[in-house]
């Protein structure tokens, strides 16, 4: 399985970030997606739930956070990715609908706690 070896080289990169001092907006990005994963793996061993959705819902959450409602623009956006993943038959609505709650919904405190 390819998620271990992904959870490894997203949490080495972000510590890349903090300890070569990046901006706190980037290394907060990225822990609030990384948080997002973890929260995909835990439900993952029971229901496949789409990855893709979850980080587009997650992104367009951290950025209304720090751009405001008028990010909500690119809500088309997110609603195509998860359209696009049903198409495909990748996964169910259902799935795809959890994969945009899990994404914004992990994202903008984890994003707010390290920011």
Do not use: Y
Request: aromatic share 6%; hydrophobic share 60%.
């Amino acid at each position: 399985m390819a998620a271990p070896g992904v959870m490894a080289s997203v949490i080495t990169g972000t510590a890349l970030l903090h300890g070569f001092g990046a901006p706190v907006e980037v290394t907060a990005l990225v822990t609030a997606m990384v948080a997002v994963l973890l929260a995909l793996l835990v439900v993952t061993f029971f229901w496949k739930v789409s990855v893709h959705s979850a980080v587009a819902s997650g992104a367009l959450t951290i950025l209304v956070t720090v751009f405001g409602p008028w990010s909500l623009v690119l809500a088309p956006v997110v609603v195509l990715i998860g359209c696009s993943r049903v198409r495909l038959r990748c996964h169910a609505a259902g799935q795809v609908g959890v994969g945009f709650l899990i994404g914004a919904a992990v994202s903008s405190p984890a994003f707010g706690l390290v920011r």
